[in-house]
T-cell receptor, first 113, second 116 residues
Framework: IAGITQAPTSQILAAGRRMTLRCTQDMRHNAMYWYRQDLGLGLRLIHYSNTAGTTGKGEVPDGYSVSRANTDDFPLTLASAVPSQTSVYFC????????????FGEGSRLTVL | AQKITQTQPGMFVQEKEAVTLDCTYDTSDPSYGLFWYKQPSSGEMIFLIYQGSYDQQNATEGRYSLNFQKARKSANLVISASQLGDSAMYFCAMREGVGGSYIPTFGRGTSLIVHP
């Protein structure tokens, strides 16, 4: 089934540990995004990539890094997790930076203790 | 300042009635797109409807329509003939070209509850 796959779906992590959330899409979309969703705050953009090889910072990039080595994969890394990074993380993609709706993954629920 | 404002944290509607969810936006970019997404309790994000800034007609998709008032910078979602399955969070979003970045920005959402 075409779409976006995120892994893991859920994870409990000790503070200070490194964590990578994986995101893979098979739609050959150029643009990809990482959002975090927190109650009452909606979805806030962490990082984005308009095309393979390029990335940019969103609204809340601190403590996170991304890479876009190819079209399909867009991993999000927390170098040293802190409790404030407890959230639900959504990966999304669109055909182009200004074309098409965003397709979302199922989300990854991360708890940092 | 928020790019997308959804002023209704929660809304209630009777089944089979119509409901309007408000969304206002802020941009100086002449080219932008507006989206609505539904998030049921299961958590997935479901695309509902899209309106481009240059579109002359209001977008419609089945029971969903977007009341686009460009001068007022509003893009309200109208759901006709509400169903129990419409109970969910609804997010308004905008994609604009900010220095070429085309970042999609979401509002904080409106929780809709449909009563039988």
């Amino acid at each position: 089934i075409a779409g976006i796959t995120q892994a893991p779906t859920s994870q409990i992590l000790a503070a200070g540990r490194r964590m990578t959330l994986r995101c893979t899409q098979d739609m050959r979309h150029n643009a990809m995004y990482w959002y975090r969703q927190d109650l009452g705050l909606g979805l806030r953009l962490i990082h984005y990539s308009n095309t393979a090889g390029t990335t940019g910072k969103g609204e809340v990039p601190d403590g996170y890094s991304v890479s876009r080595a190819n079209t399909d994969d867009f991993p999000l890394t927390l170098a040293s997790a802190v409790p404030s990074q407890t959230s639900v993380y959504f990966c999304a993609s669109s055909q182009g930076p200004l074309t098409g709706e965003l397709f979302f993954g199922e989300g990854s629920r991360l708890t940092v203790l | 300042a928020q790019k997308i404002t959804q002023t209704q944290p929660g809304m209630f509607v009777q089944e089979k009635e119509a409901v309007t969810l408000d969304c206002t936006y802020d941009t100086s970019d002449p080219s932008y797109g507006l989206f609505w997404y539904k998030q049921p309790s299961s958590g997935e994000m479901i695309f509902l409807i899209y309106q481009g800034s240059y579109d002359q007609q209001n977008a419609t998709e089945g029971r969903y329509s977007l009341n686009f008032q460009k001068a007022r910078k509003s893009a309200n979602l109208v759901i006709s003939a509400s169903q129990l399955g419409d109970s969910a969070m609804y997010f308004c979003a905008m994609r604009e070209g900010v220095g070429g970045s085309y970042i999609p920005t979401f509002g904080r959402g409106t929780s809709l509850i449909v009563h039988p």
